[in-house]
């Protein structure tokens, strides 16, 4: 059963999902599909999913903290450092960390939404979707 909205041109977004649990990818991945989303890369691995940042951009990126090696701090250093300024990058947190500390960390680093782990998929669908729709009107709109 779908639960977004049906908007065709938020079905091209480029979804980047990182996280070192495979079952996470894989709920992610088959969820944003069954949406009929044809753009959702998975990376399990850091180092690729910023090789793959860097070579196209996504539109929305979905990141876990606690990984090995490279973290989701890290990862949302390197995330800003590649985004021009002028940009609205929506990356939401996806975490077990319910730490108040963590959170704030995160969206300090340019995380614009957290949901804690375990989630519902809907509600990640539904906060995707917003982010997506405020990337595109921001797109359509320009910088300030």
């Given at each position: 059963m779908k ?42 691995d ?20 606690m ?30 960390d ?6 704030l ?19 990640l669908?539904?906060?995707?979707w ?15």
């Amino acid at each position: 059963m779908k639960m977004l909205p049906d908007d065709p041109l938020l079905h091209d977004a480029c979804i980047l999902a990182v996280d070192d649990e495979p079952a996470n990818l894989s709920l992610v991945e088959k969820a944003f599909q069954r949406e009929g989303f044809r753009a959702v890369r998975t990376f399990l691995d850091a180092n690729a999913a910023l090789d793959a940042f860097a070579a196209e951009p996504p539109d929305l990126v979905l990141l876990d903290l606690m990984m090995p090696g490279i973290d989701g701090y890290e990862l949302l250093e390197s995330f800003r450092r590649l985004t021009s300024p002028d940009d609205y990058l929506p990356i939401l947190v996806l975490t077990a960390d319910a730490n108040v500390a963590s959170r704030l960390r995160a969206l300090a680093l340019g995380a614009k939404d957290v949901l804690l782990k375990p989630y519902d998929v809907g509600e990640l669908l539904m906060r995707s979707w917003v982010l997506l729709d405020t990337r595109r009107t921001f797109q359509r709109r320009g910088p300030a």
